[in-house]
């Protein structure tokens, strides 16, 4: 069975001091493998993105434990945080967040220029993966000549660049119609079972939950698995 690559404990978050203190999330206890894609659905306002952001680091939690490769991150301090996140995590969003100067190819090589890794070895990889995701023909090519779907398939190589553990969507398939929406999200699918690794993944989209492992709603700042 695969390992587990990230477990939370008894995770709260509020938000504000005192009588004007929000609990968001409340007692949220997860576990997920290698090789899983679950995704998370909810209310808007119930706490899916806020979630999302601990999990990656970006927010910690009022109490609880975030387990990631077996290390509670919960306890880091901010510089180290920002390693977990760089070493760690690939984030996709629900705009691909292109740069708009950077043509394909240089948009995953920024992260070889972030993570001063070995180039030579950082050019391969990226025209692996870009290649991987059927966009060879789009090396040279700048974000405003390609389509919403190739820029989410850059947005998904991107995330995938410094080989994380866990990659993170929050609404991949909010700016597509429902095919490339469907072929976004298989692609995430096909590249977290290929490369052992897990994926989380907040969306409103209903017609793309069969092509994930497992699905979560949060309501109410609570976490219930849906059969």
Known sequence: ?????????????????????????????????????????????????????????????????????????????????????KDKIGFIFQSSHLIPYLNVKDQLMLICDISRANKKEYEKKATDLISHLGLSHRLKTYPNKLSGGEKQRV????????????????????????????Q?????????????KAAIMVTHDERILHLCDRVLRIEDGQIFEVV
Not at 33 to 61: C, D, Y
Request: aromatic content about 4%; charged content about 25%.
């Open 1 to 85: 069975m695969n390992e587990d690559i990230l477990i939370l404990e008894h995770v709260q978050k509020s938000f504000g001091d005192g009588d004007s203190s929000i609990t968001i999330l409340k007692d949220i206890s997860l576990t997920i493998k290698r090789g899983e894609f679950i995704a998370i659905v909810g209310p808007s306002g119930s706490g899916k993105s806020t979630l999302l952001s601990i999990i990656g680091a970006l927010l910690s939690p009022s109490s609880g434990k975030v387990i990631v490769d077996q290390k509670d991150i919960a306890e880091y301090k901010p510089s180290k945080l920002s390693s977990v996140r």
């Open 155 to 182: 947005a998904i190589a991107r995330a995938f660049m410094n080989d994380p553990d866990i990659v993170l969507a929050d609404e991949p398939t909010a700016s597509l119609d429902s095919e490339r929406g469907k």
């Open 184 to 196: 976004v999200v298989e692609m995430i699918s096909n590249e977290v079972k290929s490369r052992n």
